[in-house]
């Protein structure tokens, strides 16, 4: 996908700078004809990539006016790669308008709710920058990657909270005195049970249930989309369906506590960042007290065929250091959601041992309670 990806910015650049004052439809022709392109609506495609050509007066760099597409073409190829052409006097630009990387929504958006897809996208509606990656063409690889974490439901529920005229569906959860006490209990809570003999043979448990299923998540793991990929493993492991919720398997431990645990799949093979967990779910579950959350991370070698798996805390000192705040996905109602970031394969070692750093834990939930 890179080489084509690479091959079609630089192939529309150098028309451009071959064609002089050549018109945004002749650009689109040549590259129609060029890379066999379909079409629908105003939308090219092929099952590489789909693109769409646009105009802005200005130099490139500058604001973009004007409406560049609409959010159902978004959606309809939000799979692909989704690029926007735009022509400038000064040359052509191009940015990526998955819907990860769309703010809001400026056109016709009094018509945009839960239960419709309505409204267009400004150019100025496209994020320029994304978790500090520059939306450029040298970057489109590595931001379609991140783009891949996330489901067209999760993008489309942050976009239609921050579009103003749009009310958000929740609330941001505003924990009492008590509430609060007991979200910061629950590193110690968490660290308690690290060594406990319960708590390991839940590990043990859910390690049995992979070693059984082993071949069936080894096929599952060849699904290229990430989120079909991981939805496949999880109804593997929980033998159900999946219910989209903070965890995927709860446990009550003999003297009290309650472990939750989110299922996570990672492909040794390949960098990832995935979501970790909708912050306001989080501190609600926390403020009921005596519950604890875990991954169990799934960690898959495609080319070796191999499986290997880890039950880890989220307040394990290796995850915590990994956990960002995406204050992209921070609605108008919502502190937004947590995401893995950076090399944490070592929880596949084979002497990892889960590890919580109290002090530290308690410090990060005082600072996901006040955002």
């Known amino acids: 996908m890179d080489r084509i990806l690479e091959e079609l910015t630089s192939y529309i650049s150098s028309f451009v700078v071959n064609h002089q004052g050549c018109s ?28 769409r050509f646009s105009k802005a007066k200005g130099l490139k760099g500058t604001s973009i006016p004007g409406t560049v597409i609409g959010l159902r073409r978004i959606k309809e190829y939000d799979h692909l790669p989704f690029i926007i052409c735009i022509q400038r006097d000064n040359g052509v630009e191009f940015f990526l308008a998955n819907s990860t990387f769309i703010d809001k929504i400026s056109h016709s958006s009094q018509r945009l709710n839960f239960n419709q897809v309505r409204g267009s996208i400004n150019g ?110 999880e109804q593997i492991i929980t033998k159900g369906g999946n219910f989209h919720s903070l965890e995927d398997i709860t446990r009550t431990l003999s003297f009290g506590p309650m472990v939750k645990i989110d299922i996570k799949t990672k492909i040794l093979n390949l960098a990832s960042s995935p979501t970790a967990y909708n912050i306001d779910k989080l501190l609600r579950e926390l403020a009921t007290g005596r519950v604890v959350f875990s991954f169990f991370f799934i960690g898959i070698d495609v080319v070796a065929r191999n499986v290997k798996t880890c039950l880890v805390s989220i307040f394990d000192r290796t995850i915590l250091n990994s956990t960002v705040v995406q204050f992209h996905w921070a609605g108008r109602n919502s502190r937004g959601v947590t995401q893995l970031t950076g090399d944490f394969s070592s929880i596949f070692d084979p002497d990892f041992s889960e590890t919580i750093d109290v002090p530290s834990a308690v410090e990060f939930l005082r600072n996901l309670v006040d955002l």
């Open 24 to 51: 945004k439809a002749e650009i689109a022709e040549a590259t129609v004809s060029h890379f066999g392109l379909m079409k629908t609506g105003k939308v090219y495609y092929c099952s590489d990539f789909a693109i």
């Open 124 to 233: 100025g509606n496209i994020f320029r920058v994304f978790d500090g990656i520059s939306n450029v063409p040298e970057n489109f690889i590595d931001l379609f990657e991140i783009h891949k974490q996330y489901s067209w439901e999760e993008n489309f529920i942050r976009i239609v909270e921050r579009t103003s005229e749009i009310i958000p569906t929740g609330q941001k959860f505003t924990p009492s005195k008590k509430q609060q006490q007991r979200i910061l209990e629950s590193p110690m809570i968490a660290s308690s049970l690290s060594n406990h003999s319960e708590y390991i043979q839940l590990y043990y448990d859910l390690d049995d249930l992979v070693r059984e299923e082993e071949s069936s998540v080894l096929k599952a793991a060849e699904v290229d989309n990430i989120n079909l990929r991981g939805n496949a493993i």
